[in-house]
């Protein structure tokens, strides 16, 4: 089983509508998490980053962490058709600068 | 912004052949981290860099190297290359302890 789980979608969504994407992790150890999106025959583009539990928001988007139940989400409110893409979770240990460990991915389909 | 540049973009080489990755950081960044990218899977960790010294090493094959130059650019090499190895390599760079931010990879594919 791996380390990070994510429903790989995909998900198809009408323009306008809130998306939410997730993420479990099975070690705790984690404290650090990301969120990346990734074009097709692109590299993964940072979105969220958030340590420990909370919420972070940024624009349209809402990063939650709530480490007693090992999940993230990231929430995109108003989605649009240029949200289309693939949403990577991602974790690492004891900074942002340990290597990461990622989620499958979930591909996002936005439609106008 | 200044993003981080890696070449070639695509690559075609054959079994048993060797081939180098090149990555260029954002400027400033000290840290360069090489993750590996197989068809319809997330990105794998392979080995990362800080101030020219190795930092961490992830599940990258005794096959491969790489290192980290004076200017903080960075370059994976790859020996005995196997179909297996074709993949997507991404490199990505980041100030000490700060998300990591990634090039757009280097298409491997092996023939």
């Known amino acids: 089983q791996k380390e990070v789980e994510q429903d790989p979608g995909p998900l198809s969504v009408p323009e306008g509508a809130i998306v939410s994407l997730n993420c479990t992790y099975s070690?705790?150890?984690?404290?650090?998490f990301m969120w990346y999106r990734q074009y097709s025959r692109k590299g993964p583009e940072l979105l969220m980053y958030?340590?420990?539990?909370g919420n972070k928001e940024d624009g349209r988007f809402t990063a939650q962490v709530d480490k007693s139940s090992k999940y993230i989400s990231l929430f995109i409110r108003d989605s649009q058709p240029s949200d289309s893409a693939t949403y990577l979770c991602?974790?690492?240990?004891?900074?942002?600068?340990?290597?990461?460990?990622f989620g499958g991915g979930t591909r996002l389909m936005v439609k106008p | 912004a200044a993003g981080v540049i890696q070449s070639p973009r695509h690559l075609i080489k054959e079994k048993r052949e060797t081939a180098t990755l090149k990555c260029y950081p954002i400027?400033?960044?000290?840290?360069v981290y090489w993750y590996q990218q197989g068809p319809g899977q997330d990105p794998q960790f392979l080995i990362s860099?800080?101030?020219?010294?190795?930092?961490d090493k992830g599940s990258i094959p005794d096959r491969f190297s790489a290192q980290q130059f004076s200017d903080y650019h960075s370059e994976l090499n790859m020996s005995s290359l196997e179909l297996g190895d074709s993949a997507l390599y991404f490199c990505?760079?980041?100030?000490?302890?700060?998300?990591?931010?990634f090039g757009d990879g280097t298409r491997l594919s092996i023939l």
């Open positions: 990505a760079s980041s100030l000490p302890g700060q998300p990591q931010h």
């Open positions: 070690n705790s150890a984690f404290q650090y």
């Open positions: 958030t340590y420990s539990s």
């Open positions: 991602a974790m690492s240990l004891n900074n942002a600068g340990n290597m990461l460990t």
């Open positions: 400027p400033r960044h000290d840290t």
């Open positions: 860099f800080y101030e020219k010294m190795q930092s």
